[in-house]
């Protein structure tokens, strides 16, 4: 399961973006959200129990791990066609060649944090 150690990365980034934030004032992480390419074959499910277990006793405890899909999108090299192709079928929809180039599919990065501090109903998003 390939998940957890994407998800060390991503809790141990997430554990350095609250620390800088915190040395200003004491925060609490509510929700992360993540972009992950259908490339990357990320199972949703396995990437947030690996959050979940992840982030006991840490700041970020019991917040929300929000994922965004993106798409796998193409070029067929062999007529031109450019579009949204399947991670399991990289075929051109329009010659059926192979020749295809992926432009996006592949990205996997933290897009924001949305964190409470001390004060009551004090949100803030970090991008």
Wanted: net charge negative; hydrophobic share 35%; proline share 6%.
């Amino acid at each position: 399961m390939h998940e957890f150690s994407i998800c060390e990365q991503l809790v141990r980034v997430i554990g350095e973006e609250l620390a800088r934030v915190n040395s200003e004032r004491p925060v609490h992480l509510l929700r992360a959200r993540v972009a992950v390419g259908r490339l990357r074959q990320i199972v949703p499910e396995n990437l947030r129990f690996a959050f979940e277990v992840l982030t006991r006793d840490t700041p970020a405890e019991g917040a929300s791990l929000e994922l965004r899909e993106i798409p796998v999108t193409a070029t067929c090299g062999g007529c031109g066609w450019h579009g949204e192709v399947e991670p399991n079928r990289f075929v051109c929809p329009e010659c059926g060649g192979t020749n295809l180039e992926a432009h996006t599919g592949r990205e996997l990065f933290l897009e924001s944090l949305e964190i409470e501090d001390d004060e009551p109903d004090n949100h803030q998003s970090l991008s």
